[in-house]
T-cell receptor, first 110, second 116 residues
Framework: QKEVEQNSGPLSVPEGAIASLNCTYS??????FFWYRQYSGKSPELIMS????GDKEDGRFTAQLNKASQYVSLLIRDSQPSDSATYLC??????????FGAGTTVTVRA | GAVVSQHPSWVICKSGTSVKIECRSL??????MFWYRQFPKQSLMLMAT?????????EQGVEKDKFLINHASLTLSTLTVTSAHPEDSSFYIC????????????FGQGTRLTVV
């Protein structure tokens, strides 16, 4: 599988703050990029998908993709305690296989 | 999003026995499904790609004779862990890609396997 690196965390932010998550990937021909949220003991849940350079916003979440820098990020605005989870960056290739990063654990302090 | 159902959600089995895990796409046909394994505090590792009507493709280091995959229909893939050992205890998760959709993978609920 291709390499996907995430800042390991844990990341602790106060409620209402912005949480910033970063991810880099090694395969230049990667086509699709995803952020999944995983609560302890549960399977991953899709938060965002992004396919082209730039920003994509969905509610309190914004994903940013820079293919030249092989970098994708996720911003969580107005963080809530329910956002406390592990966030997985996933990168897809032409064969639709996903390579996952190790995940960043986020804790939102009330 | 599309719904992928995985069963059972947890199973405890004795060492040396076999366990079958089912993965179903409920509202779409999935020609391709993926099986992952996740150990505690680690990320998901792809084990194999399940292809409807043909043999599964296994990732390097995954024993195909130990992890039997069958994808007999467009909505069902099964993973059988044969001769299970305690080191096979893990969280097994399947995913499916909706071929009509944007290429996003949807995950089943996962199966927590404990081998005693």
């Amino acid at each position: 599988q291709k390499e996907v690196e995430q800042n390991s965390g844990p990341l602790s932010v106060p409620e209402g703050a912005i949480a910033s998550l970063n991810c880099t990937y090694s395969d230049r021909v990667s086509q699709s990029f995803f952020w999944y949220r995983q609560y302890s003991g549960k399977s991953p849940e899709l938060i965002m998908s992004i396919y082209s350079n730039g920003d994509k916003e969905d509610g309190r979440f914004t994903a940013q993709l820079n293919k030249a820098s092989q970098y994708v990020s996720l911003l969580i605005r107005d963080s809530q305690p329910s956002d406390s989870a592990t966030y997985l960056c996933a990168v897809g290739s032409n064969d639709y296989k996903l390579s996952f990063g190790a995940g960043t654990t986020v804790t939102v302090r009330a | 999003g599309a719904v992928v159902s995985q069963h059972p959600s947890w199973v405890i089995c004795k060492s040396g026995t076999s366990v079958k895990i089912e993965c179903r796409s409920l509202d779409f046909q999935a020609t391709t499904m993926f099986w992952y394994r996740q150990f505690p505090k680690q990320s998901l590792m792809l084990m194999a790609t399940s292809n409807e009507g043909s043999k599964a493709t296994y990732e390097q280091g995954v024993e195909k004779d130990k992890f039997l995959i069958n994808h007999a229909s467009l909505t069902l893939s099964t993973l059988t862990v044969t001769s299970a050992h305690p080191e096979d205890s893990s969280f097994y998760i399947c995913s499916a890609r909706d071929p009509q959709g944007p290429g996003v993978a949807f995950f089943g609920q996962g199966t927590r396997l404990t081998v005693v």
